[in-house]
């Protein structure tokens, strides 16, 4: 039977034949098909209701005029600017916060994992109670708390809260005093760079003749002391624009909205707790062996922590704690519940005014997409990068 | 010698040895104590001493007083059950309780036999009567009324249940030699791992009326649940990969060579074992499905999270959010910590039984 297909055709039919035969190849041919009789019948549907609906379709409306503000932007934005530059800017916010997030849930993380490592049993306790409530408590609830908390629950601008000199707490915002570069600003930092520049060099050079240029106190001594016999000199670089009460607001200094400190907090403490966890396993990866080894080579502990456990704790950790920054940025979505222009808030503002909500969800799904595919490419770089280190 | 003493000691005795073990740590031990004392007694006289627990409007309770707990009980039905209607809210009650049962029967690997599809099947039959109504003299309750605490639960079963069975395909397709299937699964894993849930939800909540002919577009409890079945089916597809990924050759050589064909080898010897591997995992997710319901305030859905903002536009009561999200965060807290508590359990189980089973064998 087999060999009377064989020699029906020419030999490419033949193995065409053979091929549509076998079961496996059945199934998928059958499981492309039908995909791509649901994908045009949806196609159909959805041209069929987007004419009856008369919407337009496509991504020209990126360049008409958008007629919402928004909270607060890095680039400058007002009502009236194209859609695209709305989007741009919600992608910043989104940039903005999830950077921000990410180095405060890592501090948090790490302050609660190694409480969570300390001997002391009451800070051991402590802060295992505090992961076990943070993280069973829903992020969107965490954020409308806090965000209920900021606006509902701080002062007026007029009675201001103010616990150091220079913090304003409001329930229209954190008024902070903002640095303000003096003209000296340049040469200390000059000075600075090349303090730090120095002392990285006579780091390599003694590491080349194989002793080891100490960190304390000469290593500070030489990236500081420029700086400071240039501030002496030229005076100090910085100085500061305190917020003052004028009218029915506060001018001067930087203002932080109550919804991005709202996001900070409760991205921070909230990934902060699952972080905490990852750093714990991390360090509690290294085997024991390996500090003492270092201690009996006659290492500092600083320098065990550093030059044995960390480098090896860090391979565990960066795989599961990039997961976690990729969650940090996903989650920061939730904005969209608190009023936070994040992307996916102006996506939605988008929507509701222009109802092109295929558009729209596209564009959320697709920068999502790049950031995610942009995180796994650097985190498989740097896996790459520690697991060879290691040898 | 003193540790084997220290382990008859009572518990009292045993925590007093931890905490005392050298001077510096007492020292340590007694400032953090005084530390957390410290933060911790304004919270405690707000939520205890000085609360308010009886009242009828917002006037009971001093401003500058506690917390107001007579807030949640005059408002406890709005929160837990959120519009459904009033005197029928036993039924959501018992509902909601079908299906925790179902579920705490699932966790357990020793009941995964086939009668337990016939449980599922009775149960789910009992509560949609016992939901939707309109037989049995139970009046016809519309699914848009759904709400609080029951539906919090009801898009946590359901996502979890159904999310799991459509995950077994998609691993499997990962795992297959198969070119189409296995780009096919690779492509929608990562495209929903890859963004965020709420834009699924929105996708679900928009697109699916778009695309769908009129007359087949479920309404918006439907749609959601779609959006989050699709979502939690890819994450426990790639649990599950790893699963599969851990079960060694031998067994797929064990069952060839015992002349055992796909079908049968996958679902009685694979996914068993797949399974029982990524318990733990899977409890994880379980416990972040039930998070992530959350979201459905924002595609406007009025679950635990918004039915507790429901209660706070009362314009009698004003200004309790504190305490309502506080009760709302310790159901949710009480909720996931049972599960990972149930989840710890299972797996100290099957750990047992399988060193049992290895000292037999």
């Not at chain 1, 080579?297 to 565990?316: D, E, S, T, W, Y």
């Not at chain 2, 953090?32 to 409007?57: E, H, K, N, Q």
């Amino acid at each position: 039977m087999k060999s009377a297909t064989l020699t029906q055709g020419g030999p490419g039919r033949a193995r065409l034949a053979r091929l549509l035969s076998r079961r496996e190849y059945q199934s998928q041919a059958l499981f492309l098909i039908i995909l791509v009789l649901l994908v045009l019948g949806a196609i159909h549907v959805a041209a069929g209701n987007l004419e009856e609906s008369s919407g337009k379709s496509g991504f020209a409306f990126l360049w008409e005029k958008a007629s919402f503000e928004l909270g607060e932007s890095l680039i400058p934005y007002s009502a009236g600017d194209t859609y695209f530059r709305a989007f741009v800017v919600g992608v910043l916010n989104t940039m903005k916060v999830a950077a921000l997030g990410i180095v405060c849930s890592t501090i948090v993380g790490l302050l609660i994992a190694l409480g969570q490592l300390s001997k002391v049993l009451v800070i051991s306790r402590f802060c295992r109670g505090y992961i076990e409530i943070v993280r069973n408590v829903p992020l969107l609830l965490q954020l409308v708390f806090w965000h209920t908390f900021l606006i509902r629950g701080l002062p007026t601008v007029r009675h201001a809260l103010s616990p150091v000199d220079g913090v304003f707490l409001t329930n229209r915002g954190l008024y902070l005093l903002s640095p303000v570069a003096e003209a000296s600003f340049v040469p200390v930092l000059l000075a600075l760079l090349g303090g730090a520049v120095l002392a990285a060099g006579l780091c390599f050079w003694h590491r080349r003749t194989g002793t080891i240029f100490p960190f304390w106190p000469w290593g500070l001594l030489v990236t500081f002391l420029p700086a400071i016999v240039t501030m002496i000199i030229a005076g100090a670089p910085i100085s500061w624009d305190f917020p003052e009460l004028k009218g029915f607001n506060f001018k001067g200094g930087m203002t932080i909205s109550p919804e991005f400190t709202a996001m900070l907090l409760g991205l921070s403490l909230y990934t902060g707790a699952f972080n905490a966890e990852i750093i714990r396993a991390g360090i509690l990866g290294v085997p024991r062996g390996q500090t003492e080894a270092g201690l009996s080579l006659g290492l500092h502990p600083g320098q065990v922590m550093r030059k044995i456990i960390l480098p090896q704790a860090l391979r565990i950790i960066i795989p599961p704690i990039s997961n976690s920054y990729l969650n940090l940025t996903k989650e920061s979505s939730l904005g969209v519940a608190i009023g936070y222009p994040e992307l996916v808030r102006v996506a939605n503002i988008t929507l509701a005014e222009t109802s092109q909500s295929l558009e729209c969800i596209s564009i959320i799904m697709l920068i999502y997409l790049i950031l995610s595919l942009i995180t796994s490419l650097i985190l498989n770089i740097l896996n790459a990068r520690t697991a060879r280190e290691a040898y | 010698m003193s540790e084997l003493v220290l382990a008859r000691a009572p518990w009292w005795r045993r925590l007093y040895a931890e905490l005392t073990r050298s001077p510096l740590s007492a020292v340590l031990n007694i400032a953090a104590l005084i530390a957390i004392v410290l933060v911790l007694t304004p919270f405690v006289s707000w939520a205890l001493i000085d609360a308010t627990w009886i009242g009828s409007s917002g006037d009971a309770c001093p401003v500058t007083g506690g917390a107001c707990w007579a807030f949640i009980g005059a408002k406890l039905r709005l929160i837990l059950f959120g519009r459904f209607p009033y005197e029928d809210q036993w039924r959501a009650l018992f509902g909601a309780i079908i299906l925790v049962a179902l579920v705490v029967l699932s966790l357990n690997p020793a009941f995964w036999r086939k009668w337990l599809l016939a449980v599922w099947g009775v149960g789910l039959g009992a509560y949609g009567i016992l939901m939707w109504g309109g037989v049995f003299g139970l009046s016809y309750v519309e699914s848009s009324l759904w709400g609080g605490l029951p539906l919090t639960i009801l898009l946590t079963v359901f996502g979890v249940s159904f999310g799991l069975v459509l995950s077994v395909p998609i691993a499997l397709a990962r795992q297959s030699k198969l070119p189409v299937f296995k780009t096919a699964s690779i492509i929608f894993v990562e495209a929903v791992r890859g963004v965020p849930l709420i834009s699924v939800l929105f996708m679900a909540s928009v697109l699916l009326p778009l695309i769908l002919p009129d007359g087949f577009t479920p309404g918006g409890l439907g749609r959601v649940l779609i959006g989050l079945v699709l979502f939690l089916a890819a994450y426990m597809a790639e649990v599950l990969r790893g699963g599969l990924q851990a079960i060694p050759n031998g067994q797929y050589e064990a069952c060839r060579s015992l002349g055992i064909s796909y079908w049968p080898m996958i679902l009685k010897v694979i996914l068993p074992q797949a399974f029982e591997t990524v318990l733990p995992a899977m409890v994880n997710l379980f416990i972040g499905a039930l998070k992530g319901t959350s979201l459905v305030v924002i595609v406007a859905m009025m679950d635990l999270l918004g039915a507790a903002q429901a209660a706070l536009a009362d314009p009698k009561w004003i200004g309790f959010y504190v305490e309502t999200y506080v009760f709302a965060g310790l159901i949710y807290a009480l909720m996931c910590g049972s599960i990972s508590w149930y989840g710890r359990q299972t797996e100290k189980l099957l750990r047992d039984m399988r060193g049992n089973s290895n000292d037999r064998g």
